[in-house]
């Protein structure tokens, strides 16, 4: 049972818009998540997180929005630019174990 | 920024061989690394937590005799992938998390494309 989803396979916005990410969890007791950003052939970097304490982290043009009662997080990039084309993976943190989500692919079209 | 290496990059092998991948921190001590596999279109599945010196921790359904991990230094874990069949074909990735560093900080390798034919 994947306790961390990303319903969305891909997405393909416009450069210099807003690109949302979105990611559900189903348990309660993740107490840290994250988003990593992947091009192909390499593994996954870091790229923003948020503690279940708050519910908004902003990182240059990247924010990351956390709503519990929803169990549901967010990642906006704006401007987008072509160069975050990539895929986006969601990850919730329990008990220093990462569970991922099967990842979003953002096409930023120039 | 810390490196983690894999090796090899793509291996292909007969069914019934051994597969043995290799990570290694480059520039950084690591007590913890992980080992994820990845199918098609699909999440990160972690398959087991290896600390350096003590015996890995499995996931619940990742068979231990059959995905063998040895976390022999603090920069180095080795996954091999014993009898390997068809169904093993995947697309493993390790990471690492540095020594006393906090929950986020877990570099990640650029993974081991692994095709048992």
């Known amino acids: 049972d994947q306790q961390v989803k990303q319903n969305s396979p891909s997405l393909s916005v416009q450069e210099g818009r807003i690109s949302i990410l979105n990611c559900d969890y189903t348990?309660?007791?993740?107490?840290?998540f994250l988003w990593y950003k992947k091009y192909p052939a390499e593994g996954p970097t870091f790229l923003i997180s948020i503690s279940s304490i708050k519910d908004k982290n902003e990182d240059g043009r990247f924010t990351v929005f956390l709503n519990k009662s929803a169990k549901h997080l967010s990642l906006h990039i704006v401007p987008s630019q072509p160069g975050d084309s990539a895929v986006y993976f969601c990850a919730a943190c329990n008990f220093n174990k990462f569970y991922f989500g099967s990842g979003t692919k953002l096409n930023v079209k120039p | 920024g810390a490196v983690v290496s894999q090796h090899p990059s793509r291996v292909i092998c007969k069914s019934g061989t051994s597969v043995k991948i290799e990570c290694r921190s480059l520039d950084f001590q690591a007590t913890t690394m992980f080992w994820y596999r990845q199918f098609p279109k699909q999440s990160l599945m972690l398959m087991a937590t290896?600390?350096?010196?003590?015996?890995?921790?499995?996931e619940q359904g990742v068979e231990k005799d059959k995905f063998l991990i040895n976390h022999a230094s603090l920069t180095l874990s080795t996954l091999t992938v014993t009898s390997a069949h068809p169904e093993d074909s995947s697309f493993y990735i390790c990471s690492a998390r540095e020594l006393g560093t906090s929950t986020d900080t877990q570099y990640f390798g650029p993974g081991t494309r692994l095709t048992v034919l």
């Open positions: 348990n309660s007791m993740f107490d840290y």
């Open positions: 290896s600390n350096e010196g003590s015996k890995a921790t499995y």
